[in-house]
Nanobody, 122 residues
């Protein structure tokens, strides 16, 4: 099983980005996909998570109303649409897959991508 993120980059404050997480292999065994982010010197934190079978979602309070997680099961891809980005959201964004419903603990996810850098300039 492999996850590959894309879509990161540099954006001005208030701007938007859409991240993609493409899965391959027996990804269907791990039906929960999450987006985490890790800023320099900080712990990895959950941003959003989706149950790819049911389509149900959950968000961190800090991103509710601005981020949207979605999936295209035909493409084995999960997206994270990020709007109204702030400089404090500069981080490496990782997608991860697991079988624990809506866990915010990174140890609940056993497959991780390599991460994609998101930089928000002020």
């Amino acid at each position: 099983v492999q996850l590959v993120e894309s879509g990161g980059g540099l954006v001005q404050a208030g701007g938007s980005l859409r991240l993609s997480c493409a899965g391959s292999g027996r990804i269907y065994d791990s039906y929960v996909t999450a987006w985490f982010r890790q800023a320099p010197g900080k712990e990895r934190e959950l941003a959003a998570v989706i149950n790819r079978v049911m389509g149900t979602t959950s968000y961190a309070d800090s991103v509710k109303g601005r981020f949207t997680i979605s999936r295209d099961n035909a493409k084995d891809t999960v997206y994270l649409q990020m709007n109204s980005l702030g400089p404090w959201e500069t981080a490496v964004y990782y997608c991860a897959a697991g079988r624990t419903e809506f866990s915010d603990n990174p140890s609940s996810y056993h497959v991780w991508g390599q991460g994609t850098q998101v930089t928000v300039s002020s």
